[in-house]
């Protein structure tokens, strides 16, 4: 009964031995076939030698510029006077890397529009549309930049002094786009006080108009001058009258109520007195009349002071947005042409790809994994042959594959 247990042992032990991938058995089976294992990485290695010899060498062509730095102007100091314009103004300012905005222009539609039109890439590439053209031209040119802030354009291409040409050629479109856009801090607060002064220049107009209506019903030019004269003008007429008085009330001692000097004594003083009563009391004049009736000064002196003001305010503003717009401009013609070519781009003396080690490195490992996977196939499909049960499932594949009923 022992015995019988024993060997009972063994064979569940063999049969869970026979269900495990033992590593022998790999080797074993890959030293059945081990022409495959020989045969496969020389033909793929072969063919990778062929392949590396065969494929046309690309050759690259850099272009390294450097983009406008920023200018450190006095500007700041005058943004202050401009209070809450000068946070608009100055937020225009440092919102973007000048790096990255310029990696960015040259990977523009644009741009490679442009190059495509001067080179013909339509033709070049073999495509009929621009947005082939774009995708081709995307493949063997790029745009990067450093750390130490240049900028690189790299083309790729069979023949070197064309890579050379294209390189250059988006170096030149990019100094081309720039003078026609407003990308430097200067350019963008030029454009900011060009707007600006385009509505102020509207408002002083406007405020200048209701001056001069202001002046033309009120008869109010200039408000400290004109109330002087008016009651310099009130107070000589009223000494006047008092003068005429006392000598028209000495006359009276003398001569009669029809004698000519006394008569001609008390139309002048109707007159000054009539003169005097206009000046304090007389309505408002619309034909150019500047004297204002001291009753109504306080009331014209307001709504003057209130239209010079405005106007005074406006002026201001005009003065402080002109000095911004011309600093701006000035700013602006300094760094539109700071776009200095660092490196022009030269036809490659060497190739840049491919690189023939590395492919035929890559052809014999291929090789042999390649190799390792078609003899372990091989040797399992060998010996299933073998079995009759894995036969019949051969069988029963084939004849499915066919469209055979089994």
């Known amino acids: ?207 200048e108009i209701a001056l001069r209506k202001t002046q033309e019903s009120t008869g109010m030019l200039q408000l400290d001058g ?32 029809n004698n000519p000097d006394l008569l001609r004594l008390q139309g002048e003083i109707q007159g000054y007195q009539a003169q005097l009563e206009k000046l304090k009391t007389g309505k408002l004049s619309k034909d150019g009349d500047f004297m204002v009736p001291t009753g109504k000064i306080p009331e014209v002196g307001i709504e003057y002071i209130r239209s010079l003001r405005n106007v005074k305010y406006q002026e201001t503003i005009f003065e402080l947005l002109s000095k911004q717009y011309e600093l701006a401009k000035i700013d602006e013609a300094k760094e539109s042409s700071n776009i200095q070519i660092l490196d022009n781009a030269v036809p490659a003396e060497k190739k840049s790809k491919p690189k023939k080690i590395i492919i035929i490195f890559l052809g014999f490992i291929g090789g042999v994994f390649l190799a390792l996977f078609l003899a372990l196939t091989r040797d399992v499909y060998l010996r299933s042959t073998q079995d009759e049960g894995s036969q019949y499932r051969w069988n029963v594949l084939k004849n499915t594959w066919r469209g055979k009923n089994n």
Do not use: C, W
């Open 226 to 257: 004109q109330v002087q004269g008016i009651i310099r003008n009130v107070a000589q007429l009223e000494g006047t009258i008092a003068a005429k008085e006392v000598q028209l009330n000495a006359m009276r001692s003398f001569a009669t109520n």
């Open 1 to 207: 009964m022992s015995e019988q247990l024993k060997n009972s042992e063994r064979s569940a032990l063999a049969n869970k031995n026979n269900d495990e991938i033992h590593l022998l058995d790999i080797l074993t089976a890959l030293a059945r076939q081990k022409k495959i294992l020989f045969t496969v990485p020389l033909i793929t290695g072969g063919l990778a030698i062929a392949a590396a010899f065969l494929i046309k060498p690309t050759f690259s062509s850099t272009a390294v510029i450097l983009p406008p730095q920023q200018q450190s102007s006095g500007v700041s100091a005058m943004l202050g006077q401009l209070g809450g314009l000068a946070g608009a103004a100055g937020g225009i300012a440092g919102l973007k890397n000048p790096n990255d905005l310029y990696v960015a222009m040259l990977q523009s539609r644009t741009i490679a529009d442009k190059v495509i039109s001067h080179f013909d890439l339509k033709t070049r590439f073999e495509v009929e549309t621009l947005d082939e053209a774009r995708k081709k031209l995307d493949g063997i040119a790029s745009a990067s930049s450093d750390k130490a802030g240049t900028i690189s354009v790299l083309v790729e291409d069979k023949d070197p002094k064309f890579a050379a040409e294209l390189a250059n050629a988006f170096v030149s479109e990019l100094s081309n786009l720039t003078k026609g856009l407003a990308i430097t801090d200067a350019a963008q607060r030029r454009l900011f006080f060009e707007k600006q002064l385009v509505a102020v220049k509207d408002d002083l107009a406007n405020a």
